[in-house]
């Protein structure tokens, strides 16, 4: 061996021991010259998240009664079975505010079903059929593309769907793709548009026998580079204990220019229909108190597509839920 090649063996023994050194065995990650800061014991990964949001986008806008939805909603839940969940497919004809019939479908993976202690993730799958909010009114017929409006949550979702398969929580977990959440009225006094899809499952169980969870963890909108999480109004009336500790991990992470420790508005989203029929849930959504929509720019416009979409605000939100799961 020429010195050369001693010094490779010894550099990569040398590696070994300092990367094992630690007392707890974890990998710690060096940030700037003196912070060392140890990562997860459960590591979301941020860059196979962003790939399943890309991946729901490029079937095209997900709108219910369309070729892209019914692909879109098989590729879910075969990613869903391919990492191990027993998968429902909830399929439904729901009546829209406009007089729509729609074909939809609930996708519903039950990760360790022998626990009792049961918590509910979710997440809206569908895009709205028309940008009403677009800039352009000749854009505001088209769908959305729902990058961050649909796809953003799901894509987290199927990430901590693939954690699931490779390490098992305390708690057992139910992930719900809801459909139909938003072929919603945005001119309606009140909010029985939306949600249609969480509205059913509420009122028809996925299954005989299903046991409803301890609380929901719903995600809207939760990959845009400038997404603020405020204390959503009915969250915190209905389980502000899971928005405390959320936001406290989120904290502890280092995510506090994600997750504001300042109250937000009250939201209609898929959350309100739990909460009604009994399951206190948390609505972590991106919301602007200083935009006249209460939301980001691109919301239900054609600017909702994969260039606004951030690793970092999906890790912000993934790591989070994940430390939940698992414990720091
Ligand atoms: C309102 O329009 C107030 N809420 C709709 C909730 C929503 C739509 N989330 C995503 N798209
Ligand atoms: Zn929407």
């Known amino acids: 061996m020429d010195c050369r090649k001693y010094l490779l063996v010894f550099s990569i023994l040398f590696?070994?021991?300092?990367?094992?050194?630690?007392?707890?065995?974890?990998?710690?990650?060096?940030?700037?010259?003196?912070?060392?800061?140890?990562?997860?014991?459960?590591?979301?990964?941020?860059?196979?998240?962003?790939?399943?949001?890309?991946?729901?986008c490029a079937f095209g806008e997900r709108v219910p009664n369309t070729e892209a939805h019914r692909l879109c909603g098989d590729y879910?839940?075969?990613?869903?079975?391919?990492?191990?969940a027993d998968v429902t497919e909830q399929r439904m004809t729901l009546t829209a505010f406009d007089g729509t019939k729609i074909e939809a479908r609930n996708i519903i993976g039950e990760y360790f079903p022998e626990k009792q202690r049961r918590i509910l993730l979710l997440a809206h799958w569908d895009s709205r059929p028309w940008a009403d909010n677009d800039p352009d009114p000749a854009k505001r017929k088209l769908p959305v593309m729902g990058a961050n409006d649909g796809?953003?949550?799901?894509?987290?979702?199927?990430?901590?769907?693939?954690?699931?398969?490779?390490?098992?929580?305390?708690?057992?977990?139910?992930?719900?793709?809801?459909?139909?959440?938003?072929?919603?009225?945005?001119?309606?006094?009140?909010?029985?548009?939306?949600?249609?899809?969480?509205?059913?499952?509420?009122?028809?169980?996925?299954?005989k026998g299903y046991q409803y969870p301890s609380f929901g963890i719903l995600l809207d909108m939760v990959g845009d580079r400038n997404a603020k999480f405020l204390k959503e109004y009915f969250s915190m009336q209905a389980a502000s204990g899971v928005v405390d500790q959320l936001w406290a991990t989120a904290a502890s992470l280092g995510y506090d220019n994600y997750f504001?420790?300042?109250?937000?508005?009250?939201?209609?989203?898929?959350?309100v229909f739990l909460i009604r029929a009994g399951i206190p849930c948390v609505d972590i959504i991106d919301q602007r108190m200083d935009s006249d929509t209460g939301f980001c720019p691109q919301w239900h416009t054609s600017f909702d597509t994969m260039r606004h979409i951030d690793r970092s605000a999906l890790e912000a939100v993934g790591q989070t839920v994940v430390t939940m799961l698992f414990g720091k």
């Open 76 to 84: 879910l839940a075969s990613e869903l079975r391919r990492h191990g």
């Open 260 to 271: 504001i420790n300042a109250s937000g508005g009250a939201m209609t989203d898929d959350h």
């Open 151 to 207: 796809a953003s949550g799901v894509g987290v979702l199927l990430e901590i769907a693939r954690v699931l398969s490779a390490n098992e929580p305390e708690i057992g977990i139910d992930i719900l793709f809801s459909d139909a959440e938003d072929w919603g009225d945005s001119g309606a006094g009140d909010d029985s548009s939306w949600a249609l899809g969480t509205q059913y499952w509420t009122e028809n169980p996925h299954r």
């Open 15 to 56: 590696f070994m021991m300092v990367s094992c050194s630690n007392s707890s065995g974890r990998q710690t990650a060096a940030v700037g010259t003196n912070e060392v800061v140890e990562e997860p014991r459960v590591v979301f990964n941020a860059d196979s998240a962003y790939s399943y949001v890309a991946a729901q």
